[in-house]
């Protein structure tokens, strides 16, 4: 089958080499020349293990094709996927679907065989009725249907993500749009992925549901993690304990610096204002957008207190390890870093800092921090060590190499990577989230 993909970045990119490499034949297509033409050297514009890989392989097999023009690249597909941005709109925070609606109007303007347009940008609920009427009104001549088809990538893991999936989930009304997405899907659902079929808006509205209930999870383990620093409790207890009970489960419980990328707090944005445009609030969400913000600026102020409160932090160093808002991406997007770091900068701390992939987005994002080579560069006579990001690399730090070379054993781990004993026992002043 062929399977056009509009748009190239993080999501098409990806679902466009996974399908190439179920057999499909998969054309990219992107209206940026400069990304093509890297694309077709073997350039990746995004760091993600694998994909360099997954994509070399496929080229090479002749399943996968890189363009700029679109007429061409759709033609003879039997399914058009739109995976374009839909970045939160100036001002406030509707999603911006300016780049969906000009790629209908071009898919829908060149179309000349039937063919399933499918959405995969994270939409808000009615836009594929609105892609739908862009779509008849630029070629009221041809057979086509819209369908929603979400996708569920974790950045750092979109490739094992997408190759097995909890679930795909397809939202059409047109039994021949289910039956070509059952043949897209095919390898997939071969291999046990329950296909969910649902109508469009449900596809769309699930998209943004599970998003927004991952989002309250996180946010509610670090409200309790700032519970059971007060009382004297162990905040990761508290999620083997809950976790444990099926109904509740025990993913998304790691307690941390709050969270960011560029998903939860776009799509978490973009709910409150569907839920407000069609008047049913849905305030758990409200007030987790706001929790988690003011959690971002309040870790910067959990670093101060640990350099010994505001007037004893002015003129100090600390080193913040990690900046990219998770690991295996240098996706800088909402980064807890962002905040951190201005907290300190902002009470006169001098921030160095070392990030494995993220240092060249954050350079400008954080203009007063200075970017170190490697961790302990940036350790060198720093006054506190402030692990932001988990990355394997920091794991396993050599403790009694950074005690030698800090001017003081303060460690401040956001991420909840350090035994407290151990690293009190290596004679660090130590502190985390949700545990004392
Ligand atoms: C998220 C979802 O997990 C994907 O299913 C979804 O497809 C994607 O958004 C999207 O909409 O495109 P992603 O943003 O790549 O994926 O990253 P996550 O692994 O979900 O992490 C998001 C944030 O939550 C990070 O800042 C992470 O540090 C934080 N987090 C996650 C926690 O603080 N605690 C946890 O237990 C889990």
């Known amino acids: ?49 694998g994909l360099a890989e997954l994509v070399g392989s496929n080229v090479k097999a002749g399943r996968l094709t890189f363009t700029t023009d679109l007429a061409s690249g759709i033609d003879g597909a039997a399914a058009i996927f739109i995976a374009v941005g839909t970045p939160s709109r100036r001002g406030d925070g509707h999603a911006d679907l300016s780049f969906v609606h000009a790629v209908a109007r071009e898919v829908g303007e060149n179309l000349r065989q039937p063919a399933v347009i499918v959405t995969k940008s994270t939409v808000p609920v009615g836009t594929g009725d609105e892609v739908e009427r862009i779509l008849r009104d630029a070629n009221p001549g041809v057979k086509f249907a819209v369908a929603s088809n979400p996708e569920f990538l974790r950045e750092g893991a979109a490739i094992a993500d997408f190759k097995r999936p909890d679930r795909i989930v397809i939202g059409t009304e047109d039994e021949w749009a289910r039956q070509v997405m059952s043949e897209v899907y095919r390898p997939l659902f071969l291999n046990k992925a329950p296909l969910l079929f649902t109508s469009r808006r449900s596809s769309e509205l699930i998209k943004y549901a599970a998003n927004a209930f991952l989002a309250v999870k996180i946010t509610f ?10 009382v004297g409790a162990d905040v990761q207890d508290i999620s083997r304990g809950i976790g444990m009970d099926g109904r509740i489960g025990s993913k998304f419980l790691h307690a941390g610096p709050g969270y960011g990328g560029s998903c939860f707090p776009k799509d978490t944005l973009a709910l409150l204002k569907t839920a407000e445009d069609y008047e049913a609030p849905t305030r758990i969400i409200e007030a987790v957008v706001k929790v988690n913000d003011a959690r971002k600026r309040a870790m910067g102020r959990k670093v101060i ?19 990219t808002f998770k690991p295996n991406t240098d996706d800088m997007r909402d980064a807890p870093s962002i905040a951190v770091a201005q907290t300190l900068t902002d009470a006169g701390v001098s921030v160095a800092a070392y990030d494995p992939e993220g240092m060249d987005l954050a350079k400008p994002l954080m203009p007063e921090v200075a970017m170190q080579p490697n961790a302990y560069a940036a350790i060198e006579g720093a006054d506190v060590v402030v692990i932001v990001t988990e990355w394997d690399a920091f794991r396993a730090l050599d403790l009694d190499r950074i005690k030698a070379i800090a001017r003081t ?10 035994d407290p004993a151990e690293a009190r026992a290596k004679g660090f002043a130590y502190s985390s989230v949700g545990r004392v």
Do not use: W
């Not at 679902?15 to 694309?39: M, N, R, T």
């Not at 383990?221 to 007060?230: F, G, V």
């Not at 054993?409 to 350090?418: E, F, I, Q």
């Open 1 to 49: 089958m062929k399977i056009a993909m509009v748009g190239s970045g993080y999501v098409g990119l990806v679902s466009g080499a996974c399908f190439a490499d179920f057999g499909h034949d998969v054309v990219c297509i992107d209206k940026d020349p400069a990304k093509i033409e890297s694309l077709q050297a073997g350039i990746m514009p995004i760091y993600e293990p």
């Open 221 to 230: 383990i670090n409200e309790m993690a700032d519970l059971c620093e007060k």
């Open 305 to 323: 207190e640990a350099l010994g409160g505001t007037d004893a932090a002015r003129g100090k160093k600390a080193a913040l390890l990690g900046l």
């Open 409 to 418: 054993p303060v460690l401040v781990d956001l991420r909840n990577v350090y």
